[in-house]
């Protein structure tokens, strides 16, 4: 068996209502000897809440109208780029690059090339509830199986297990529009190195 993970690994950090982005910028972060608060990466990054959830933040940001859960959270769509803000912001010498689901035309390579260069991948994927219902979530991939093609996940939600694994073939599956019409892909974040 040959398994690449991330050296260091993830600190596992809960992610407050709707912050899975957010909270697995801030394990990146921990990851990499760096803290931000995840309430302030929340702001930086335009993360929508629904009204009844303010009581959960000390610093609310981008409150979403009704109740359309399609609303809140980060949107893949422009992750990387209020994520490279934030870096630029507070200095940190990482960029970060979205990658459409589309574009990748050998998941396993993608995968295991950016876990060896030590680069962080945040996935946008649909996350099933029950048989007919789900929302998008992010997680990280932390490493890969690469003869089984298991993937090992780091989950930023209270609800679900720290740590999971699921097949390459099973991830990019729930990654598909069929589930809510959404385009989903990846964030890829690397350091930067000093010229």
Same mark, same amino acid.
């Given at each position: 068996?040959?398994?690449?993970?991330?050296?260091?690994?993830?600190?596992?950090?809960?992610?407050?209502?709707?912050?899975?982005?957010?909270?697995?910028?801030?394990?990146?972060?921990?990851?990499?000897?760096?803290?931000?608060?995840?309430?302030?990466?929340?702001?930086?990054?335009?993360?929508?809440?629904?009204?009844?959830?303010?009581?959960?933040?000390?610093?609310?940001?981008?409150?979403?109208?009704?109740?359309?859960?399609?609303?809140? %959270?980060? $949107?893949?769509?422009?992750?990387? @780029?209020?994520?490279? &803000? /934030? #870096?630029?912001?507070?200095?940190? +010498?990482?960029?970060?690059?979205?990658?459409?689901?589309?574009?990748?035309?050998?998941?396993?390579?993608?995968?295991?090339?950016?876990?060896?260069?030590?680069?962080?991948?945040?996935?946008?994927?649909?996350?099933?509830?029950?048989?007919?219902?789900?929302?998008?979530?992010?997680?990280?991939?932390?490493?890969?199986?690469?003869?089984?093609?298991?993937?090992?996940?780091?989950?930023?939600? %209270?609800? $679900?297990?720290?740590?999971?694994? @699921?097949?390459?073939? &099973? /991830? #990019?599956?729930?990654?598909?529009? +069929?589930?809510?019409?959404?385009?989903?892909?990846?964030?890829?974040?690397?350091?930067?190195?000093?010229?």
């Amino acid at each position: 068996m040959t398994l690449i993970k991330l050296n260091p690994p993830y600190r596992h950090l809960y992610q407050k209502p709707a912050f899975c982005g957010p909270c697995c910028v801030q394990m990146i972060f921990l990851r990499r000897g760096l803290w931000e608060e995840q309430e302030e990466i929340a702001i930086e990054l335009n993360t929508g809440i629904l009204k009844k959830d303010t009581i959960h933040y000390s610093m609310p940001p981008k409150i979403v109208d009704g109740k359309d859960e399609t609303k809140i %959270g980060v $949107a893949l769509e422009k992750f990387d @780029i209020h994520l490279n &803000e /934030l #870096f630029k912001k507070h200095k940190f +010498k990482l960029h970060a690059k979205q990658f459409d689901k589309s574009e990748i035309i050998n998941p396993k390579n993608f995968i295991e090339n950016n876990l060896k260069e030590d680069n962080d991948i945040i996935v946008d994927f649909w996350l099933k509830q029950t048989s007919n219902s789900g929302v998008g979530h992010f997680i990280l991939i932390s490493g890969i199986n690469t003869e089984s093609e298991q993937l090992i996940i780091c989950d930023p939600d %209270g609800d $679900a297990k720290s740590e999971w694994t @699921i097949s390459i073939t &099973e /991830l #990019f599956d729930l990654m598909d529009k +069929k589930w809510d019409g959404n385009k989903r892909g990846f964030v890829v974040v690397k350091k930067i190195n000093d010229k």
